[in-house]
């Protein structure tokens, strides 16, 4: 569990900086665009080897801390697709979706970690989805509090594209990639 925690702490970390720092954030970024996006992106990518290496040794050992509801690996399904819809629309043309939601990558953490926290009582998927989820959680209020105005609905066709790419995604995951990656069928 150590090597899961030590990359939870690198990567949730320095998403974290704007949270907890935001003028020593905003100091670098003035500094040197260039040097902040490297440290980040070095730091992040270390963090995320960490987790995925920490996970993999930390789950088949992993005690049960709970016991997840029935229902919820159907639960985990829907919140799941709705977070490959959201993700991609943060980064896309301001459509109806973002426009409404705000901040889609944050809500689509929020889904997804939920969502995995229905399906797994483990202590290693508590520790991951658990601090995903509470991060998410602080960087939405975080950036809630900085009022920025909402974005405008330029873009329709953003919608249609995420709704549609985000569902071939998820299907594709679901019922390859999560097998192949995680060794587990999310359908049972």
């Given at each position: 569990m150590t090597i899961l925690i030590l990359g939870l702490l690198m990567f949730l970390g320095i998403h974290s900086v704007r949270i907890v720092a935001a003028p020593v954030r905003d100091a670098q970024v003035a500094a040197s665009p260039k040097r902040w996006k490297g440290l980040y992106s070095v730091i992040s990518a270390g963090g995320l080897g960490l987790i995925i290496w920490g996970w993999i040794l930390a789950r088949p050992t992993a005690p049960q801390v709970y016991d997840p509801p029935a229902w919820g690996r159907h639960a985990t399904l829907a919140l799941v697709w709705m977070a490959f819809v959201l993700m991609p629309t943060a980064n896309a043309p301001t459509g109806r979706i973002k426009a409404t939601v705000?901040?889609?990558?944050?809500?689509?953490?929020?889904?997804?970690?939920?969502?995995?926290?229905?399906?797994?009582?483990?202590?290693?998927?508590?520790?991951?989805?658990?601090?995903?989820?509470?991060?998410?959680?602080?960087?939405?209020?975080?950036?809630?509090?900085?009022?920025?105005?909402?974005?405008?609905?330029?873009?329709?066709?953003?919608?249609?594209?995420?709704?549609?790419?985000?569902?071939?995604?998820?299907?594709?995951f679901v019922v390859f990639l999560h097998r192949l990656l995680f060794g587990v069928s999310p359908l049972g």
């Open positions: 705000r901040h889609p990558m944050l809500l689509g953490v929020i889904f997804w970690s939920s969502g995995h926290l229905l399906a797994n009582g483990d202590q290693a998927s508590a520790a991951l989805f658990g601090s995903f989820l509470v991060w998410a959680i602080l960087d939405l209020a975080s950036a809630l509090s900085r009022k920025a105005p909402a974005p405008v609905a330029t873009n329709p066709r953003s919608d249609i594209i995420a709704v549609l790419a985000g569902t071939v995604l998820w299907c594709v």
